[in-house]
């Protein structure tokens, strides 16, 4: 699975990242890929003095499920409402569980039961993703939205130098 090499690519422990590319692999569907792609964008048609372009449709995910990591906030948030939106059946993983309850009472259409892990730790990794297996029937994921992480911004006179914890996700 091309996704799962490119998770195992960034992750700093060798160990570790094979760790999480076996529980990935236990529950990303082999042979799913991403949905046909949609057709090439149409071109703009002049209308007056300005250019505009149609509205493209949206992408048909037919009920597949999707895994958006760090989903109960922020662009994760949004992606896994857009993916909601767009047909996929959504299962958020975050540590935040105020954040995943609020996510859970705001919105039902299309989310499945969120999971709540610490991406830094393998063992809790490991037992969510055993419990969406249990509570989906072994149904796989098809589609891994690897959004978790942090971003810290410095200036020069602060930590200019990049530390191995900043990259652990």
Do not use: Y
């Not at 149409?42 to 509205?55: F, L, R, V």
């Not at 048909?60 to 994760?76: K, P």
């Not at 037992?127 to 149904?139: M, P, V, Y």
């Amino acid at each position: 699975c091309p996704i799962v090499g490119a998770i195992g690519s960034v992750a700093c422990d060798g160990a570790r990242a094979a760790s999480v590319v076996d529980a990935l692999r236990a529950v990303i569907a082999p042979g799913e890929g991403a949905p046909s792609p949609p057709p090439p964008p149409p071109q703009p048609t002049a209308s007056g003095p300005t250019a505009t372009i149609p509205p493209r449709a949206p992408v048909d995910f037919g009920g597949r499920r999707a895994l958006v990591t760090g989903g109960a906030s922020g662009i994760g948030k949004a992606t896994a409402l857009h993916l909601a939106a767009c047909g996929a059946r959504v299962v958020v993983l975050d540590r935040d569980r105020d954040a995943l309850a609020a996510l859970k009472a705001e919105r039902n259409n299309g989310f499945e039961e969120p999971l709540c892990a610490d991406l830094l730790d393998d063992a809790s990794v490991a037992a969510a993703l055993a419990t969406d297996r249990e509570r989906s029937n072994g149904q796989l994921i098809s589609l891994l939205v690897n959004n978790a992480g942090i971003a810290q911004f410095r200036t020069e006179d602060e930590a200019p130098e990049v530390l191995a914890k900043d990259f652990d996700l």
